[in-house]
């Protein structure tokens, strides 16, 4: 079992940046791979990064791709999320996701069925 918590989320301007992050308790996230997935109001969740925990590799979904930065400190168990250049249409809940599940370069682990443990989220909203 692993135990996860999300914090920094909150409100922020367009074009302003925050840093979420993703405490495990439980387990060392060193073992696990993790991701960020989002959900907005209305909307279903869906993926936004992706870190291995084999081979630390990262994946992002187009729509934050060079924007987003996931990384990892295994040392203090915890993953990161630094949101750069933010768009209101980023405002949404952010989750943290870890699974006992490698990948390697391809195939990186999207689905949030592929996930097993999950925070409790943490609000973004971006105001324009």
């Known amino acids: 079992q692993v135990q996860l918590v999300e914090s920094g989320g909150g409100l922020v301007q367009a074009g302003g940046s925050l840093r979420l992050s993703c405490a495990a308790s439980?387990?060392?996230?060193?073992?696990?791979?993790m991701a960020w997935f989002r959900q907005a109001p209305g909307k279903e969740r869906e993926f936004g990064a992706a870190?291995?925990?084999?081979?630390?590799?990262?994946y992002y979904t187009d729509s934050v791709k060079g924007r987003f930065t996931m990384s990892r400190d295994n040392a203090k168990n915890t993953v990161y999320l630094q949101m750069n250049s933010l768009k209101p249409e980023d405002t949404a809940v952010y989750y943290c996701?870890?699974?006992?599940?490698?990948?390697?370069?391809?195939?990186?682990?999207?689905?949030?069925?592929?996930?097993?443990?999950w925070g409790q989220g943490t609000q973004v909203t971006v105001s324009s």
């Open positions: 870190i291995s925990w084999t081979t630390s590799n990262t």
């Open positions: 996701a870890a699974t006992g599940a490698a990948w390697g370069a391809i195939n990186p682990l999207t689905a949030s069925r592929q996930y097993d443990y």
């Open positions: 439980g387990r060392t996230v060193s073992r696990y791979s």
